[in-house]
């Protein structure tokens, strides 16, 4: 499944702009879509994964895409055939079923947050501007990276750091936000760096990266979601049935990778007195994780951290 197989269109120029879809010939073939099938695009963003998932469906195929970001709905293509759920995936079971669908062929998931996010200086994901500490993807969200660092326990900030960031200094970066915090708001990107410049470490560009992500990581609860969604596919699959997540963190990869294993995220449960585990419903298709190839890596560099894996629901 090598960047040089299918005979996919890339999506248009102002689409790209928008966000580039991210081993998207690796993950349309890995479903292997049946063309009357009935196929899930959990993260829709700029529409790059549906397109090419429409080439391979004909007039009886259907596409159920989400996406909580309102703006994604201005990528909608003009098909009948796409039916667009302004949702979480983390309600995917419920909001298919309203559409009277029980059953689908395949499912897949970017993970990745869209340039368009990024690029876009108000939602406050980027370190590149100065904008109010946002980061709700889903902008009818209450909960802000600026009331996670204004409200937040120490404790609770060294272990969002610590573990959604994987940031050295956490400890030490937590007691320095509930210092700084006394002294004055932090409610701006500028205003967190000018707060925290005394004790970052290393790159200051990679030390921050990893401190929006552990922020975006708590103001999204993406850990949260991601396994509600992983643990709704086993009863939503159809026996043959596909599902592709594409990650671009560890701690993302892991949990997709412990859930493909072993179909739930029950632990050490066992079915019998000799301790052995339920069967897996799941055939895992790819047994290390796919990751781009060089020319896509020259063509866009945010693909350089994605990991694809694909399982199959026996």
Do not use: W
Request: glycine share 6%.
């Amino acid at each position: 499944m090598s960047n040089k197989e299918g005979n996919i269109p890339i999506p248009n120029s102002q689409l790209q702009d928008y966000h580039i879809p991210v081993l998207l010939h690796e993950t349309i073939a890995g479903l292997n879509i049946k063309p009357d099938g009935i196929y899930v695009d959990c993260t829709f963003g700029g529409g790059g994964h549906s397109r090419a998932v429409l080439e391979h469906l004909n007039e009886n195929g259907r596409l159920y895409v989400f996406d909580q970001d309102a703006d994604a709905k201005k990528n909608l293509p003009d098909d009948e055939r796409v039916i667009f759920i302004p949702q979480n995936f983390r309600y995917l079971q419920r909001f298919l079923r309203l559409q009277k669908v029980n059953k689908v062929d395949g499912i897949l998931a970017d993970l990745g947050v869209s340039s368009h996010q990024f690029d876009e200086a108000e939602r406050g994901f980027s370190i590149r501007f100065d904008a109010a500490l946002d980061m709700r993807m889903d902008q009818r969200g209450s909960l802000t990276a600026a009331e996670v660092l204004k409200n937040f326990t120490e404790q609770q900030l060294h272990k969002m750091f610590e573990q959604y960031g994987e940031v050295t200094n956490s400890k030490t970066l937590a007691k320095t936000i509930v210092q700084q915090r006394a002294l004055a708001p932090i409610r701006t990107i500028n205003e967190f760096k000018q707060a925290v410049q005394a004790v970052v470490k290393g790159n200051p560009q990679k030390y921050f990266a990893q401190v929006f992500q552990a922020l975006r990581i708590q103001v999204n609860d993406e850990l949260g979601a991601l396994k509600e969604l992983l643990e709704q596919t086993t009863t939503l699959l159809k026996p043959g049935g596909r599902i592709a997540i594409i990650t671009f963190h560890s701690l993302e990869d892991r949990i997709v990778k412990i859930f493909f294993r072993d179909g739930s995220f029950a632990g050490t449960e066992t079915d019998d007195v000799y301790g052995r585990k339920a069967d897996n419903p799941f055939t895992i298709i790819t047994k290390k994780p796919i990751v781009a190839a060089t020319a896509e890596l020259k063509q866009n560099t945010r693909s350089r951290s994605a990991k694809l894996r694909i399982a199959e629901l026996k």
